[in-house]
């Protein structure tokens, strides 16, 4: 089994930055594919960012790219989602997720992972 556990939510004005951390236990994640997911009040789960391992392309929701950046640490079991430029939009919980080393077709698809945190709220004020 892996734990995850988000930190890093807060309020921030639009334009503002924040970084999200996860920080897994549990078992290690250098073997698996890990990513952001966010979810807005009324909405439907949305993928944000996941790469499949270390070194490998990292995939971003349109809307997020050039403003967000996913990195990862495997040696201590943590990922990272730096966000900058952030929008009133931006607003939702922030979900990271775990799950076996995808195909990159499934990557986007929160069915694909098995491992969910509890989520941290981002908040983004006009």
């Known amino acids: 089994q892996v734990q995850l556990v988000e930190s890093g939510g807060g309020l921030e004005p639009a334009g503002g930055s924040l970084k999200l951390s996860c920080q897994a236990s549990?078992?290690?994640?250098?073997?698996?594919?890990m990513a952001w997911f966010r979810q807005a009040p009324g909405k439907e789960r949305e993928f944000v960012a996941s790469?499949?391992?270390?070194?490998?392309?990292?995939y971003y929701l349109e809307s997020v790219k050039g403003r967000f950046t996913m990195s990862r640490d495997n040696a201590l079991s943590a990922v990272y989602l730096q966000m900058d430029n952030l929008k009133p939009e931006d607003t939702a919980v922030y979900y990271c997720?775990?799950?076996?080393?995808?195909?990159?077709?499934?990557?986007?698809?929160?069915?694909?992972?098995?491992?969910w945190g509890r989520g941290t709220q981002v908040t983004v004020s006009s």
């Open positions: 997720a775990a799950a076996p080393r995808l195909i990159l077709s499934t990557l986007r698809l929160s069915s694909s992972y098995h491992y």
């Open positions: 549990g078992q290690p994640i250098n073997t698996r594919t």
């Open positions: 790469n499949r391992r270390s070194g490998e392309m990292i």
